[in-house]
């Protein structure tokens, strides 16, 4: 993960508290704005005041390096960021207690719905914000390392997260990797044990690409009683770094010294990168499930296959309400929103944790969004 020290720094200097850590849009009609619509706060009003938000662990680099950032032009705002998980931000968010929810999942009919309490009016909207390859990472003594991989199928990876292969050198991982001596090590599966947008998303691939390999439904919570849990992103990490012969997966941004699995897309066997990934998003159409005013869902096209692309992809949401009964936050939520979906704010993401810029045509409709949040 790419560090970035000044930003970083910035932060402590302004005691920011962290606490403990494509294309598509009901309304497809795209943003009259420049292609950098939103994008930055110089010259706009300043915001102050304390605001909070909670939710994916899987953007808090990307959020710590948004907050120093936006705190440079707005000394005078105070923001704090709790990575809980995806599921327990959206719930922090419905009891009216944060200013905005991160997730990694968007919102179900149900939480929409549960939103109108919450708002001042209408209910509440989710905008991409941060996208970015979930890695599927492995400790193996002797073959992981950093940017070290192995190759795997998707059936290859089903089997081993359904406790169907169990040993690293079993046939099924060996002929898709000739030239890798690999050992007789048991295989442990580490999986996230909170609800968490990641795991919905790393199930959606499996579920997409293995067929009759996969037979659970998609969710937030780890569906079988493989393996061990890890709590957030930095929980599997830790885990999966603490023993040899583990596998899990986490935001990329995390994988750290960690070996990677390549994945099979087409004919070849492609390792995670942001660019990789972003090529998915783009790629991918417009969630039809997806109801509601202002919010812009991607339903991943995770079969995608041109060698050159990442079909494992997060991409995680910001929630919003559309007015909100204090107008200060409001003001304040759609100013952040704007730097962060901007030119400057998703460069800012991708310079700390290495994640994908999203493309001018899916920023216009995420702004279009944004700029419909009533402040008076």
């Known amino acids: 993960m790419r560090k970035n020290t000044l930003i970083r720094s910035i932060a402590a200097v302004c005691g920011i508290t962290m606490l403990a850590g494509f294309a598509a849009c009901g309304d497809n009609t795209a943003a009259t704005n420049g292609s950098d619509a939103g994008a930055t706060q110089k010259g706009a009003a300043k915001i ?30 105070k923001i704090s960021y709790n990575p809980t998980g995806s599921g327990a931000g959206v719930t922090t968010f ?20 549960q939103s109108a309490s919450v708002c001042a009016s209408g209910n509440a909207f989710d ?28 059936s290859t990876i089903a089997k081993i997260f359904d406790g169907k292969i169990t040993k690293w050198n079993d046939p099924a991982i060996a002929e898709q990797n000739p030239k890798a001596t690999l050992p ?13 947008g990641t795991t919905k998303n790393f199930l959606s691939y499996v579920k997409d690409v293995a067929g009759s390999d996969w037979n659970y439904e998609v969710g937030e919570n780890w569906p079988n009683q493989i393996g061990q849990g890890g709590k957030g992103t ?32 087409g004919e070849d066997y492609v390792p995670y990168s942001a660019e990789a990934a972003a090529k998915v998003v783009d790629a991918s159409p417009v969630d039809a499930d ?54 400057e704010g998703q460069q800012t993401a991708a310079d700390a944790s290495g994640s994908a810029p999203m493309s001018d045509s899916l920023r216009q409709k995420v702004v279009k969004s944004i700029e419909a949040i009533k402040t008076k």
């Open 48 to 77: 102050s005041g304390e605001f909070q938000g909670a939710g994916a662990s899987s953007q808090q680099t990307a959020v710590e390096a948004w907050i120093a950032s936006y705190t440079q032009q707005n000394p005078d705002a």
């Open 94 to 113: 419905l009891t009216g207690a944060t200013a905005w929810a991160g997730s990694d999942a968007s919102l179900s009919a149900d939480e929409v719905k």
């Open 127 to 154: 905008v991409p914000v941060y996208i970015s390859p979930i890695a599927i990472v492995f400790n193996l003594k002797g073959v992981s390392g950093k940017d070290k991989h192995v190759n795997m199928d998707g």
């Open 184 to 196: 007789d090590t048991p295989i442990t599966v580490v999986h996230r044990s909170d609800k968490s």
């Open 234 to 265: 930095d929980g599997v990490i830790n885990t999966v770094s603490q023993a040899d012969g583990t596998i899990g997966y986490a935001d990329a941004s995390k994988a750290g010294e960690l070996g990677t699995v390549a994945v099979k897309v």
């Open 290 to 343: 997806a109801t509601g005013e202002n919010r812009v869902v991607i339903a991943l096209n995770h079969k995608i296959d041109s060698g050159n692309a990442y079909p494992v992809v997060l991409v995680s949401y910001d929630v919003a309400c559309p007015a909100y009964k204090d107008a200060k936050t409001g003001e304040f939520v759609k100013s952040w929103l704007n730097y962060v979906v901007s030119k």
